[in-house]
């Protein structure tokens, strides 16, 4: 293990530095006071090494926020975003100082915790701690990888650091071990981490909870570890920076020890700085303690904001640099360059979704986890930006890509990632790649597990980023492994997250089509929720609608148009679709018409106009959902008459076929509730269900 630096120097800041300092913990102070809501502490705290960090080592261009070379910054400490808005603001980023007047308010840039695509220069939402590290390793890998696949000999278009600020509460959540450890092993060398160590959290001192030596769990991981022991030595901090960037080899942590609140006679290195203004009197004491004037507030000395904007030219001339090397390497490599500009504005190849595999019925029976495995082998050459992997269940997950290599320390042009068993940071650094840009990430585990990512997931929802998520082993139909692998609450869990897109292919040619619309969407996740067990194939001669109607999230795969309008309406998604299927053929024998819709996304179907979804589920016609999964959720689909075959308990350790059988999914039980359903007065649809497995009602 290696020993940790540690660097101290006597130096006092220069006047300038500590003028520019200053500004930084009293706008946020007046931020916090203004809105008399935030955390001052931490702005308080670390202004001094943020000071160091954006006045001397990070590369920027106020006035360009999106330059593709730029240095990246994550506060990862989201709370303490009142700092990262000072910082916007002096800097010349368009954030204007009426802004920051409106911290917290209705309708500003400036909202509670950082929000990417709110705020220019804020590079990742962040807020639940740990994630917003875990993002910069994930900003890191795309640094690595996209430098491996773009760069040439004289030729360094992608080439930057990736810089977060974390704090306690960031290295206390687990999801900073599975991402330390992930980032140690890859030897991430461009990857700086600050930690503002200030032995605070909430509850108080991180005597309480926090006491293991933290700098030598991130040595153990393989990383590089500097201690500073004073916060406001500037030239310390930033000492400690160049080190950093100098190895190259592994990633870097930089504890210093800063102070929550510095400066306020009262609550410094208490919680109190914590979550709450610092209260007028206090304010007032802190700034006649450190010689500011106590009004007006936001207030910004001449030189100090003279200092800052130097990071105008500054930037604009490091982006020039980087454009006339750009220029250079597009005059020897034109087509790398063309394709470095596509992946990077998100563009797909021309063709990329041409002469789509369509499987027959001889193909089957396929688990859709299988043909998802197809498309990937077959999309990965036409997107070389596809990069993904899984946690440690490739094998099952299908989701290699043949040929494409490893990404590991020794090939970071690979593009199958083995993210190891780390679900939820898998799903942060799947983020960190979307939103470095210049990839389509991917990643898979059991449907089951994606309880573990739920975090990350929401996020790439809320940040509207293009990541694709393959779950498999999608019901209780995945069989032996019982209850703690089957998922039941999954899908609608998923589903009830704005934003993302769920989709459960029915068959092979469904999968084909659920892969078209998640590479096809570019704004927003998309989880692909595929069968362990085999399907029957879904001969598109038989069933034409298929490719058109999964982008539409529910068609009608059959119906009897001969025979006039339905009279009930088989609502199915995923597996249950052939069960519904064979329902249907059982009820036309027994003189009931019914349509088979299938539903491979709630979501996508529900964007459709008012006239489609009437087309498909006419409002007076009874239905019938069978879906393996909880019943909540379906009351949206309001008819005059539905039933829902679900679960609302957990699944079985049997082989699947068993388990279905056993939770209701049979034919007999689909005609039975089908004729429950048609028999009922209209107005009264009973909520008692015969098995605890089927569950209907009038919603
Ligand atoms: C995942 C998650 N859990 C809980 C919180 C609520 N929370 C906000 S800040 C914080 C802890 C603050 O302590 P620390 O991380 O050391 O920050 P500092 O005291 O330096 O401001 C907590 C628990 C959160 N933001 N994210």
Redesign the pocket.
Known sequence: MAPSETLVTIIAPPALDELCINTLRFLAVDMVQKANSG?P??PM?SAAMAYALWDRSLSYNPRDPHWPDRDRFILS????CALLYALLHVTGFDLPLEELKKFRQWGSRTPGHPEYGKTPGVEATT????QGLANGVGMAIAEVALAARFNRPGHQIVDHFTYVLV????L??GISSEAGSIAGHEHLGKLIVLY?D?H???EGS?ELTFTEDRLARFAAFGWHVQRVERSNDVETVALALKNAREERDRPSLIAVR?H?GFGSPHKQDT?AA??EALGVEEVRLTKEGMDWPVSPSFHIPEEALEHFRRAVTRGSAAQVEWELRFRAFAKDYPDLAAEFHRVIGRHLREGWDADLPSFTSADGPMATRVASGKMIEILGPRLPEMMGGSADLGPSTHTNIDGAGNFEPEDWAGRNMHFGIRENAMGAILNGMALHRGLIPYGGTFFVFSDYMR?PMRLAAMNALPVIYVFTHDSIGMGEDGPTHQPVEQLVGLRSIPGMVVLRPADANETVAAWRVAIGRKQGPVALVLTRQGLPVFDLNSYPAVPAGVPLGGYILADSPTIGRPDIILIATGSEVHLALEGREQLLAEGVNARVVSMPSTNLFASQSDDYREEILPADVPLLVIEAGSPIGWQSFVGPRIAVIGIDTFGSSAPGSVVMKHYGFTVENVCRQAHRVLDKPKEKVPCASESPQTMEGSF
């Open positions: 955390h502490g931490l705290g400490a989201g709370h303490g807020g639940p701690l740990g704090s306690d509460g960031d206390e959540e503002a200030n605070i959290t909430i991180t800063t929550i919680a914590h979550g975090p």
